[in-house]
């Protein structure tokens, strides 16, 4: 055993196929479970409230913890951070905002058409359009088309897609950002995002960002919706394809309505579960065809 070990040290040893996917997957489980949480400040504060404690908390929290003044970007890094810190905080507020206005469910089923555009203009094979047709079906299955779709808030959808748009460029610019060592374009990219949402959130919520409860709360959502999972994201993003990446988040109203289900006891028709499942199906297969190109 000690000569193995050191003919093939650890270092060298090539990494898992489907460790990326698994820590993208760590991402979205907290991500959820903070959204789930973030629901109960929006009477308190509202959406640009709760924007202003996740993004502003999570900004303090990682500037202190990555401490990434120790090494400032280049000239070139600088606009790519610019693009991907205000997508970033851009779609913190569109999607909350949205949340307010329609279901979650249905904000976050809008919102992942972002990624799936990005899937969609980066693939080069076949297969990868079938596993795309795949999560859009099973997106088409989770919209209420066909029960009272007409009595969603227009203003509402219009926020949901607007998040979507900033989700695509969050995975193209957070790509090219990807490349900064030590986590700093995730704590640059949110201190740029904390520059306009903490005001929006001050000026509409005032000292009720102050009550004590409200600031125990918001720590949590931002640490569970946004420091550990960009910094996770960072990490997937390192070791995916944007198209990649962008089909393998395509799962959030999976995982959203799993968490949703442990922790708000909502519970999902059989339509929306074969919806779920078509997602999964793609994810897998996208997953799978990643990893067979990379034996190849």
């Not at 060298?12 to 949480?37: K, N």
């Not at 400040?41 to 908390?57: M, Y």
């Not at 990490?235 to 799962?251: E, H, I, K, Q, T």
């Not at 799993?258 to 297969?285: D, K, N, P, Y």
Request: proline fraction near 6%; charged fraction near 10%.
């Amino acid at each position: 055993m000690a000569n193995a070990s050191i003919e093939t040290p650890a270092a060298t040893r090539p990494e898992p196929a489907a460790l990326p996917l698994l820590i993208l997957l760590a991402s979205l489980l907290s991500q959820y479970v903070g959204a789930a949480s973030a629901k109960s400040l929006f009477p308190l504060v509202g959406a640009e409230g709760v924007t202003a404690l996740r993004v502003g908390l999570s900004a303090l929290m990682l500037m202190a913890i990555l401490r990434p003044w120790r090494s400032l970007p280049g000239r070139g890094d600088l606009r790519n951070l610019l693009v991907y810190g205000v997508t970033l905080g851009a779609m913190n507020l569109s999607i909350y905002r949205a949340m307010e206005l329609i279901p979650i469910g249905i904000a976050i089923a809008i919102e992942v058409t972002g990624p799936l555009a990005v899937a969609l203009l980066g693939s080069r094979r076949l297969k990868d359009f079938l596993w795309i047709t795949c999560a859009a079906a099973g997106l088409a299955l989770l919209l209420p088309l066909r029960e009272a779709s007409a009595a969603l808030d227009p203003v509402g959808v219009a926020y949901a897609a607007a998040a979507a748009f900033c989700w695509a460029l969050y995975i193209v610019f957070g790509k090219r950002a990807s490349s900064l060592p030590g986590g700093q374009a995730v704590a640059w990219g949110m201190l740029v995002a904390a520059s306009f949402t903490v005001p929006l959130g001050i000026a509409h919520a005032g000292t009720g960002l102050l009550v004590p409860a409200v600031l125990l709360t918001g720590l949590a959502v931002a640490v569970l919706s946004s420091m550990v999972p960009y910094l996770l994201e960072m990490m997937a993003l390192r070791r995916l394809p944007s198209p990649v990446f962008g089909l393998a988040v395509s799962a959030s109203p999976a995982v959203a309505a799993l968490i949703g289900f442990l922790m708000l006891g909502e519970r999902l028709s059989a339509v929306q579960w074969a919806a779920i499942a078509c997602i999964m199906v793609a994810s897998a297969g996208s997953a799978l065809g990643k990893g067979r190109r990379g034996t190849a």
